[in-house]
């Protein structure tokens, strides 16, 4: 089974600092991972996704996430963040890729940015 | 493109009626997908379809729910009778799934269901 642990509920940071968000993942077989954000009364939009290859992946707004097999782990991290960037931001996990089956979420963390 | 389409976008009912969630997944989309989400328990996988035919409802938490996709555009999700428990946001989310291929889900805006 799988399962997504975010360690961190809540992440408050002053704006223009960096940022990371924790991600912790168990499975069994081959993993994909993603990052979503979501927005106060909003769907969930993709930030990014590691499928395969480069353990670096970029995302959108300037957001980037390293796979880690070996910690089983998939933190987001970015540079220097705006006060837009306050959300909650899901980690999950998917058996194959997310076309075919369901994400298995984590609990979420959510970003507060301070001016 | 229009993006997934859920309605309504908040309900409120009384404990005891009967509620239908709808989604019109995105054009061309042969995966859809309904979730939970709520403080206590966080986002939640309820039931899948591929191809309009369910694939695993083990998330559905009791009898009281039930979905159905009838064609390629069109999903509900139902519940009767509602309870106070069952309040949460409902979301859809849609991709398109073939073998070898990975594909983003994207998410409609939710619905948010207050059962009294």
């Known amino acids: 089974a799988q399962s997504v642990t975010q360690l961190d509920s809540q992440v408050p940071v002053f704006e223009e600092a960096p940022v990371e968000l924790r991600c912790n993942y168990s499975?069994?077989?081959?993993?994909?991972l993603f990052w979503y954000v979501q927005y106060p009364n909003q769907g969930l939009q993709l930030l990014l996704k590691y499928l395969s290859g480069s353990t670096l992946v970029k995302g959108i707004n300037g957001f980037e996430a390293e796979f880690n097999k070996s910690q089983t782990s998939f933190h987001l991290r970015k540079p220097s963040v705006h006060i837009s960037d306050t959300a909650e931001y899901f980690c999950a996990v998917s058996d194959s890729g997310g076309g075919a089956d369901g994400l298995t979420f984590g609990k979420g963390t959510h970003l507060i940015i301070q001016p | 493109d229009a993006g997934v389409i859920q309605s309504p976008r908040h309900e409120v009912t009384e404990m005891g009626q009967e509620v239908t969630l709808r989604c019109k997944p995105i054009s061309g989309h042969n995966s859809l997908f309904w979730y939970r989400q709520t403080m206590m328990r966080g986002l939640e996988l309820l039931i899948y379809f591929n191809n309009n035919v369910p694939i695993d409802d083990s998330g559905m938490p009791e009898d009281r729910f039930s979905a159905k996709m009838p064609n390629a555009s069109f999903s509900t999700l139902k519940i009767q009778p509602s309870e106070p428990r069952d309040s949460a946001v409902y979301f859809c989310a849609s991709s398109f799934w073939a073998t070898g291929r990975t594909e983003t889900q994207y998410f409609g805006p939710g619905t948010r269901l207050l059962v009294l």
């Open positions: 499975s069994s077989v081959s993993v994909y």
